[in-house]
């Protein structure tokens, strides 16, 4: 009796030391991914214009990073990233995607969302997906469509297709079209209008918010938007763009609610659509910041993190769920639409990018570098912020970790472990981390020094004033010093170009 009573204790002791590999009270996980949300457009980032509160208190509550990095400087292959563990550049067609494509995440491979269900989490996916769905072109999207989420790794999703500015302007759950009358199946052409459809181009009078002529956003028209691309059919479906923040915002709730009732730990992938293009904020959200619209869907982007943390504290479980912060790539002030975003954020001095060079698309630094804050009160100290080296590809790996998950054997990734980085407890940078512009070569960092690979590529279409960073001469920069990549030092400097030109071209080659 008195033996095992000892026996307890020391495995209590001994569980509460294990601390981090501690299994049997595993957090929820809740990754808040935006889309185009830049480093400096949040308050507690340093954005003076715009206040950011919900944001701002996940910072309080836990590790703030300042050089944390999407993969690319667009959203798919940043997406494929974060999900398969892999850099997307080691695959073709892996580029933004139109929204007829077909899913480009392999269904053979362990991915962020499978880790979790080989822990015996519930895994869901809310909000916006582009990655593709099914396997067959022209996609028939008036059945259920499949590859997709689920064979990905999510039990559970809520999605639209590909962006909000691209057909098809259909929610999904569960990989069939929301709210679909047989009588209305939809098509979705990204070559030629449908006959009898009204474009933007051809009617710019039914447009609440013009398109850019420089950008397309002419096809389509829903809700007085015009979009990239041609649909007819699926009128009930189509949603509305005040309306996309509250949806989604219902459908995680509900998400957790569901996990919640199953007595398991859940893993959500929070996909707010928002600030992407085009910015067509709530009702309750016009008008509200003085950025335009661009600094309204701001404001109702924190607002929608304002939701699900208050959702997290209401059913009792915040203090046992990781939340993740953070952002696809970095910030655009022109994308295609008139929204006057760039003329309000020049007439108040808001920089979208922080003190960091160019934006989305960019081979500079403001196109990866994003916020990215983790909040997890059982576990980690509040207020801390981490300068460390950090990548979105690490988190597959660092979960897998810690959470025993092992791959399986000789599988390929390029994710590796940092979890005790990603929770603040150490401060060791990755070894390197390669950046990926959105139409231009390579970019690697190590040790504070950036390498930008020389450049063909072509100029970027339809790019509105974007410093894009594409150069045909290779450049250098001293991070540490130079921040704002002012200093190209490669001609000063031609054994360090080699070294990172050299460690760049082992990577690719693995
Ligand atoms: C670009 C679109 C832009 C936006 C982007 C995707 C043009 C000229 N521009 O090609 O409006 O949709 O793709 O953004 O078509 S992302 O965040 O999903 O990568
Ligand atoms: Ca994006």
């Keep these: 009796m008195m033996q095992k009573k000892w026996i307890l204790t ?19 996980v809740l990754i808040i991914y935006t889309d185009d949300v830049g480093y400096g457009d949040l308050s507690c980032n340093g954005a003076k214009v715009i206040a950011t509160p919900n944001i701002d208190q996940l910072a309080q509550n836990g590790i703030n990073f300042s050089n944390a990095h999407a993969t690319a400087s667009t959203c798919t292959p940043s997406r494929y990233s974060l999900l398969s563990g892999r850099y997307a550049w080691r695959k073709k067609g892996t580029n933004i995607l139109p929204g007829d494509a077909n899913l480009i995440i392999p269904t053979d491979i362990t991915t962020l969302p499978k880790v979790f269900q080989r822990a015996g989490y519930i895994t869901g996916v809310v909000g916006k997906w582009h990655l593709g769905l099914g396997n067959q072109s ?9 590859p997709g989420p689920r064979e990905v790794g999510f039990d559970y999703s809520f999605i639209f297709p590909a ?4 057909v098809p302007t259909i929610f999904m759950e569960n990989q069939k079209a929301l709210g679909l009358e047989e009588k209305d199946p939809i098509a979705v052409d990204y070559q030629k209008a449908f006959p009898g459809e009204r474009t933007g181009k051809e009617h710019p009078e ?11 956003h002419d096809g389509h028209i829903v809700n007085g938007i015009g979009r990239i691309g041609f649909m007819q059919g699926g009128t009930r479906s189509e949603w509305t763009d005040e309306e996309l923040g509250y949806v989604f915002n219902n ?28 910015r067509m904020p709530g009702t309750e959200f016009k008008g509200k910041s003085k950025l335009g619209y661009r600094g309204d869907v701001i404001l109702e982007m924190d607002h929608s993190v304002g939701v699900v943390m208050a959702a997290l504290k209401e059913r009792g479980v915040l203090k046992n769920t990781i939340v993740i912060f953070s952002s696809d790539n970095g910030p655009v002030l022109n994308d295609g639409y008139m929204d006057q975003s760039a003329e309000t954020a020049t007439a108040l001095n808001h920089k979208p990018g922080g003190v960091y060079r ?6 500079f630094e403001a196109g990866t570098r994003v916020p990215f804050i983790v909040q997890w009160p059982a576990k980690i ?3 801390k912020r981490s300068d460390a080296l950090v990548s979105q590809i690490d988190l597959m790996a660092s979960f897998a970790a810690f959470l025993q998950v092992k791959l399986p054997g000789g599988e390929f990734t390029d994710s590796r472990n940092y979890f005790s980085t990603l929770m603040g407890q150490s401060m060791k940078s990755r ?15 190590k040790d504070g020094w950036k390498y930008l690979s020389p450049s063909k590529g072509p100029a970027l279409m339809g790019a509105v004033n974007i410093e894009t960073g594409y150069s045909p001469e290779g450049q250098l920069y001293d991070l540490k010093k130079d921040p704002g990549e002012q200093a190209n030092l490669a001609a000063k400097y031609p054994q360090r170009v080699q070294e990172l030109k050299t460690l760049l071209e082992k990577i690719m080659a693995e």
């Design 251 to 278: 459908k995680a709730v509900d998400f957790i609610d569901q996990s919640l009732k199953h007595k398991k730990p859940f893993f959500l992938y929070y996909a707010i659509h928002n600030i992407h293009v085009p």
């Design 163 to 166: 962006t909000a500015d691209r």
């Design 206 to 216: 039914l447009l609440k918010q013009p398109s850019d002529p420089r950008q397309g």
């Design 431 to 445: 070894d390197f981390i390669v950046e990926q512009p959105a139409n231009s070569a390579l970019c690697i960092v």
């Design 358 to 363: 160019g934006g989305k698309y960019s081979a």
């Design 381 to 383: 100290a509040a207020g």
């Design 138 to 146: 022209p996609v028939d999207w008036n059945k259920e469509v499949a």
């Design 10 to 28: 020391a495995m209590l002791a001994w569980s509460m030391l294990a601390g981090f590999s501690q299994t049997n009270n595993r957090p929820n």
